[in-house]
């Protein structure tokens, strides 16, 4: 037999980073193996914080199992996409769209993966906001396509900069994602901003791409205003699903709606067709959980009000970060998560990755650096806001106590 050859992974991967699940995580693990109890606050995963998966859903799923072995339309089940239109028609001003216009996906991370991979080519520019959710700009440089970042201003409550947007494009730039509500800020972006975002898109006639998962998580007065509502004229991608309002994250089920005009993009949307064929169809009963999510109670408001419980632990970490010298966070008003800035004036941070390593073997809980969110500079932490109140509060100490005496 011939020796073995060397397999390296493909030089497709070279930009693709994804520190959320990246190498601190593997030293949890590790830690976990030794015996230690690690705090995990690096995943919008509500169910391992003790969020229930809403009983109409969970049973809907278990019903359609024994009907739901073969593969189905590989746009996703047509009452789930009916369902998806029912909900967007109580949107005041969404663009009218019907179920062909749906696409159901294993999550919304693979509507995200297919987009890119049908619209880019090779140096084709996506602007994307900095910081990001980093998936988008991981699949954005798998499709060979070139992320550009655009900065939210952290002095205006991390609205997206439009003047750095304008400055951005060039005769390259094809889409621009929005996310909002943001991940990682918390940021819910006002709709004189994003009315400045739909302008610009419509000058370079560019493509809006709406990450919208957060949605229903708002805190205080926030509103979340749809962007497909302020560009009918233009075709605008709307992103959203079950794994954080409706906290089954596990099920992968999301959706993809598609507004606006249609002719100019006829290739691009074969090109959609043609990979949501080749993935043959998202899981199937996890579609049928679409429908009673989408029609039954929405639990979620009960847990934003402010007396529930994601309203309570989003309060706490926030006062737990701003009693911390030297550090400063955004109230968020919206997702899962706050974004706190360590002052380099005060803590004097070179490697932010360094600095998770550092705190999770010192103090057992696990945050991610916010260079993992494409932020250029090492100064920021993500935290995730969904474990109880006490536990957050307790960590952020452990964060606080550590700063104090840590030097790099
Ligand atoms: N978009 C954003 C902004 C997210 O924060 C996440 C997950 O954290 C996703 C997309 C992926 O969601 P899904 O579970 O639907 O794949």
Redesign the pocket.
């Known amino acids: 037999m011939s020796p073995l050859r060397t397999l390296d992974q493909s030089s497709k991967l070279k930009n693709v980073l994804y520190e959320?699940r990246g190498q601190a995580l593997a030293a949890a693990d590790e830690l976990e193996a030794e015996g230690h109890t690690i705090l995990k606050l690096n995943?919008?995963?509500p169910a391992i914080f003790g969020f229930e998966a809403p009983f109409q859903i969970v049973r809907d799923m278990i019903e359609s199992v024994p009907y739901a072995h073969g593969y189905s339309d590989s746009r996703g089940i047509l009452p789930a996409r009916r369902a998806v239109v029912s909900r967007y028609e109580q949107e005041p001003g969404f663009p009218q769209f019907d179920p062909d216009d749906v696409y159901l996906?294993?999550?919304?991370?693979?509507?995200?993966t297919m987009t890119m991979q049908a619209l880019l080519d090779e140096g084709d520019e996506v602007l994307i906001p900095a910081p990001?959710?980093p998936?988008?700009t991981a699949m954005t440089s798998l499709a060979d396509g070139t992320p550009v970042h655009y900065v939210c201003d952290s002095e205006d409550g991390w609205q997206p900069d439009l003047e750095d947007i304008r400055a951005k494009i060039t005769p390259r730039t094809k889409a621009i994602v929005v996310?909002n509500p943001?991940?990682?800020t918390g940021a819910v972006y006002s709709r004189e901003v994003l009315q400045g975002i739909v302008e610009i898109a419509r000058e370079h006639s560019l493509l809006l791409l709406s990450?919208e998962?957060?949605d229903r998580i708002l805190f205080d007065d926030a509103r979340h205003v749809p962007l497909a509502t302020l560009a009918p004229d233009l075709l605008c991608l709307t992103?959203?699903?079950?794994?954080?309002t409706y906290r089954v994250?596990g099920y992968?089920?999301?959706w993809m709606v598609i507004t606006g005009p249609k002719q100019h993009a006829r290739g691009f949307l074969e090109g959609i067709q043609l990979l949501a064929s080749t993935r043959l169809c998202p899981n199937v009963p996890a579609q049928h959980a679409v429908q009673a999510a989408l029609s039954g109670v929405q639990s979620i408001d009960a847990l934003i009000a402010p007396t529930g419980r994601l309203h309570e632990q989003r309060d706490a970490a926030w006062a737990a970060l701003e009693a911390i010298p030297g550090v400063s966070c955004h109230k968020p008003q919206g997702?899962?998560?706050a974004f706190p800035r360590l002052d380099p004036e005060v803590h004097e941070i070179h490697d932010d990755s360094r600095l998770v390593y550092d705190f999770l073997v010192a103090e057992h809980v696990l945050l991610v650096p916010g260079t993992g969110f494409n932020w250029a500079t090492p100064d920021h932490l993500r935290i995730v806001t969904l474990p109880e109140a006490r536990v957050l509060t307790e960590a952020i100490e452990r964060l606080g106590n550590f700063l104090a005496s840590y030097r790099q």
Do not use: Q
């Open positions: 959320i995943t919008g995963n996906g294993n999550g919304v991370s693979e509507l995200i990001d959710y998936l988008w996310i943001n991940n990682p990450d998962i957060y992103f959203n699903g079950l794994s954080k994250a992968r089920s999301g997702a899962l998560y």
